[in-house]
Each structure stands twice: as structure tokens, then as C-alpha cells.
């Protein structure tokens, strides 16, 4: 096993190049799906190997419940340095479980706390809540199904009729697993009818693609290992990007869409509560605004190979792979080791 345990720990640096030119030069859904996977598996990779060095740190400590032959000389052999780095493993795997629960808990709270802050409301797709500041984020998940409302009243005293919008917002929620669109009337006075379509469009798709998945899966993985805080940076930003082109897609304007991101940018000052994972996670504006002012993303599942973008997305695949197969390999190792070390 030697030095090579270790190599999960490091290895998300590969991962760096591609965040920055995934951002630019791939397809937002690919980009997104790309990122997402190797933080995910380079997360794993890195909390595997601190597990296996910190069983070797434990089993040094008096008065362990470990079984005597786990602090062997030849189990510690098996770890270079595991005097140190062993106990060095026990808090940094603690402090590694301790931030991912603790992510966990919070998304989970605070999407209990959106859910009943919309209870009072009628149970359709989208919810327009009459509230000054203008905001609007994509809710997934929790909300009843099959229960059709009045069309035009999703939101209290409500006009009706009013715009296309407001008439659609009756729909019930189907289709999205109990997604549902949340928006002020503050942020849609301010919106023009098209621009009013590019928002729920926007917000629609993060639903669709389930995003929230997406960001929360980068966000434990950048509590697993900061060297991954790059990539949850870019799918926050990229997530982003693919409901701009999925909202231009159903509006059929990239120009409308490009209005609609800058003016709820303008006007808005983000949610009055800490949301989840990427509910209001608006992303670099200008960038976003830009790119929907040029031509749309080429459509690619894979970068091609002699470019600076299929180099760097090569290179981190090559990377995400060989820490995979290092965290296994020391894996077995370490499990036949402490197996022939085990007395029955």
C-alpha cells in the first residue's frame, strides 16, 4: 500500500484545470454532469483513505476497543509514518463527518422551513407569495400532488388573469415530483410578460434537471475535501447556466432570457431566509448575461481530445481514476491485513 494511500488526498488538485475550462468551453448540462462525478468520486476517494490511515492511528492509542493485532508493527508498516499521520487522521475524519452531517441537516431544515412557509398556499406549481422583496427560487420536492386550483390563484387576494404568468400559475403540480416555482410579487411587478415566462422557465428546469441534487452532491464534497471548493464553485455556476439555456429553449429568445437574469439581478437582494443548495443561487450575472447575448453552447457529451478543455477534462478523469483505484487497492490491503492480523 505504502505512499499510495495518500494519493486520494491530493489528487482533486487534477480536477482544477477542468472546473475553469468546463465553464467556458462545454455544454452547461455536460459541464455540470461532468463535475458533479468526479467531485463526488474524489470525495469518496479522500474520506476512504483518511478511514484507513485513522484505523491504523487508533489502533495505537491505549485503551482502544480494537483488537490487539490491529497495532502490529506489521499493520503499521502498512501506513508509512502512522505515528503521525495515523492520529493526525482521527480528527480530520471526525471534522470530515462532523461538516457533511451538518450540511446535511441544514439542507433538510431549511427546505422543512420553505415547505411550510408555503403551507397556507394553494398547492400548485408555482407560488407567488405576496411579499415586497422581490426574489424567486425553485422549491424541490414535499409539496401534495393531483389537487388543481383555481387558475390565477396561486398567491393570496391574488390578481387574476392578470398576465400569462399569473393565469398558468394554477396549474397543479405534476411532473416534477412536488417541485414547485416560488416567486414574490414584488420580483414579477417588475418583470415584463416575456421577461415573466424566462423566470419560470428558469426555474422550471432546475426542477426538471433536478440541480439541487447536483449542488448539494459538490457542497459535501467540498466539505470532504477543500481541495474541491473549485468544483463546487463551477457547478454552482454551470447548474446556473443550464436553466439560462433550457429557459431560452422554451421562450425562444436568448435576448429575452438575458433581460429577465439582469433585471431580477437588479432588483433583487436574495431570499430574506438561508435557502437550500442552489435555490437562489444566482451566479456570475454578467457571465451569464454574456453568454446568452452570443451563440448557444455546442452540444457535446465529451470534449475533444486535442483542445485545452479536453486535455484538462482528460487529465481529471485520469486523476479521478487513479485515485479511485488507489483508495480500492489500499482498501483490500488494508481489510486481508487486518483480517491475517485478527485473532479468531
Known sequence: MGVFVFLPLVLPLTAWPVARLAEQHLHPRTATRLLTAMAAVLALCSTVCLGLVMVVGTAQLPGNPLPDGWSDPEVRAAVPFDEVVGKAAIPALCAVLVACARTLWRHARVRSRAHRALAGLPDTEVAVLPDGA????????????????PRGGARRGGRTGDSEPYGRAGRRVRGRRGG???VTTALLDRLRPAERRALFAHERAHLDARHDRFLLTVQLAARANPFLRPLRTAV???????????AARVVGSRRTVARAIGTAALVSRGTPAPTLAGLAAPGPVPRRVAALLGPPPAVRDWPPVFTSVGLAAWGAAAGTAVSAMS?????VTMVLILHAATPL
Do not use: H, I, M, Q
Open 236 to 246: 454552482a455556476y454551470t447548474a446556473e447556466r443550464w436553466a439560462d439555456e433550457e
Open 327 to 331: 483508495s480500492a487497492n489500499s482498501a
Open 134 to 149: 422581490p426574489y424567486a427560487y425553485a422549491l424541490p420536492g414535499g409539496g401534495r400532488r393531483g389537487v388543481d386550483a
Open 180 to 182: 414547485r416555482v416560488v
